[in-house]
């Protein structure tokens, strides 16, 4: 069974720092793009940042450019989202995502993302 796990979120002050993680089991990661996605409650689920499926292209939105930086480990079946300077509007609960697409595609798009974890939640707030 094909599977993502998020950890590593939690409460964090403003300007702290967090690591998602990303666990594929059931599946290997190599042709597929995996994205970020948060949702606040109220709100659309958003794309934070994706990752082509070489990791040789990534896509950030411009809320979260300079402060997050998205990553994978192929071999270990792992993504990452390192978020650092977090803001109180960061909160919201995090998503990976995980799209088999053409080696270089990066986009963020929810609808193009097959596969989704159960999310991880990340408050900011002092």
């Known amino acids: 069974q094909q599977q993502l796990a998020e950890s590593g979120g939690g409460l964090v002050q403003p300007g702290g720092s967090l690591r998602l993680s990303c666990a594929a089991s059931?599946?290997?990661?190599?042709?597929?793009?995996i994205g970020w996605f948060r949702q606040a409650p109220g709100k659309e689920r958003e794309g934070v940042s994706c990752?082509?499926?070489?990791?040789?292209?990534?896509n950030y939105a411009d809320s979260v450019k300079g402060r997050f930086t998205i990553s994978r480990d192929n071999d270990k079946k792992m993504a990452y989202l390192e978020m650092k300077n977090l803001k109180p509007e960061d909160t919201a609960t995090y998503y990976c995502?995980?799209?088999?697409?053409?080696?270089?595609?990066?986009?963020?798009?929810?609808?193009?993302?097959?596969?989704w974890g159960q999310g991880t939640q990340v408050t900011v707030s002092s």
């Open positions: 995502a995980a799209s088999i697409r053409p080696p270089d595609y990066s986009d963020c798009d929810p609808n193009d993302y097959g596969y």
């Open positions: 059931g599946f290997t990661l190599d042709y597929y793009a």
């Open positions: 990752i082509s499926s070489g990791g040789f292209r990534t």
